[in-house]
């Protein structure tokens, strides 16, 4: 059986051996809501209602004030959509289905999409 002084050295070897960081200050309570007030660009408002206590020997009078809990979200940054302005077509994005329809007016497709549209349909499967 393990004596008491022997399970104290376990312990403590094995809470030096995980090197635990030095605790940090935390800022207080006004000090970070000003903080996340000055970067709204970076975090957005959110107010969660609380429920009122209706369980209280006092009665209840009306209006009931319902306090407002503030919590600040950071905001997501997604990257731009990429929008292609080019008049070409991609033809690897279309079904051979679609190239066949795209092929029914062949007044509107120059001679580099056509054959580029004919290379890409005869690469899929069953389409040769």
Known sequence: MLTLSSRLTNNL???????Y?????VASFQQRIKMFNNKLNIYERQFHM???NLETKNAVTFPIKVPLRLRHRRIIKKGKEFVDNSSKIHWNRLTPNEILLAFENLEYLEYYEMMEGL???S??????
Not at 13 to 19: E, F, K
């Open 123 to 128: 690469e899929t499967k069953g389409q040769e």
């Open 50 to 52: 609380r429920p009122p």
């Open 13 to 19: 070897t094995t809470l030096l051996l995980y090197g």
């Open 119 to 121: 290379k890409y349909l």
């Open 21 to 25: 960081r030095t605790p940090q200050k």
